[in-house]
């Protein structure tokens, strides 16, 4: 009587339990992702780009952006007129276009002097001399009086580069060359004592943002010395420098 009760209740025994059917390939769904016809993908390119587009934000960017330029433009020519102030000059009413030279930005290597203001001036009038000719530059680790003071810096660079030392006033003629105050050049060549002399690749005036090299530029070698540079530039082509050495040494010899 008690097995019949079970059987009629449905209650199965454990010999008589199965497993679960496995689902076949396509009870399972499918194994990879679709691929979009070229019409879906168009039409969905198309709605992301309509979605992306705001008129008003788009409208406001601009106008920050031209009010942005005003004002660099505005402070540019504020930072002008102080620089032009402090160097003892006039400012221009219509700014010409500089006349043309060997700039460090059209040739591989530039003739750099590592410089302090340290040095006597009339050793710096002497080397500004010699860079005009040869197109280089001249490099000083800091500024007299710390960074936050211009004056001292813009007048040591008017000593240097008035063509005539005695004049004064915003007629003074000066020369062609361009003197960076840059401490990573100092770090990154290991200078440690003024002048030395080096033949950088590339322009060494440029910002870091805008060189190609990702460290700066750097010389082959480093030659010590308050030589002219004439000769700094035969003990660099000694060293092994002869072929970055040459145009700028040519550029020297003949003018």
């Not at 993908?41 to 031209?66: S, T």
């Not at 590592?114 to 500004?128: G, V």
């Not at 440690?192 to 750097?218: H, I, K, N, Q, W």
Request: glycine share 8%; hydrophobic share 40%.
């Amino acid at each position: 009587m008690l097995l019949l009760a079970f059987a009629s209740l449905g209650v199965a025994s454990p010999a008589s339990a199965t497993e679960p059917p496995t689902p076949t390939n396509a009870q399972a769904g499918p194994t990879s992702m679709p691929v979009p016809g070229e019409a879906i993908r168009r039409r969905a390119f198309d709605a992301l780009g309509r979605r992306g587009r705001f008129p008003g934000i788009e409208a406001r960017a601009k106008a920050d952006n031209a009010a942005a330029t005003e004002r660099l433009a505005a402070e540019h020519d504020s930072m002008q007129a102080r620089l032009y102030q402090a160097l003892g000059l006039a400012i221009p009413d219509d700014p010409a276009t500089p006349e043309p030279r060997p700039t460090p930005a059209n040739k591989a290597w530039v003739p750099l002097i590592f410089a302090s203001s340290s040095m006597p001036i009339s050793t710096l009038r002497n080397y500004a001399a010699q860079l005009e000719k040869a197109g280089g530059v001249i490099a000083f680790r800091g500024v007299p009086g710390g960074l936050s003071r211009i004056g001292p810096m813009a007048r040591l660079s008017a000593r240097v580069l008035r063509l005539d030392p005695g004049c004064e006033g915003p007629a003074c003629a000066m020369r062609n060359v361009q003197l960076v105050i840059d401490p990573i050049l100092f770090r990154q060549h290991g200078v440690a004592r003024v002048p030395a002399f080096a033949m950088v690749p590339g322009d060494p005036t440029l910002p870091y943002c805008e060189r190609d090299e990702e460290s700066g530029p750097r010389a082959s070698h480093i030659v010590y010395g308050d030589a002219a540079l004439s000769g700094l530039m035969e003990e660099y082509a000694r060293l092994g420098g002869k072929e970055e050495v040459s145009d700028a040494a040519s550029r020297l010899s003949r003018r």
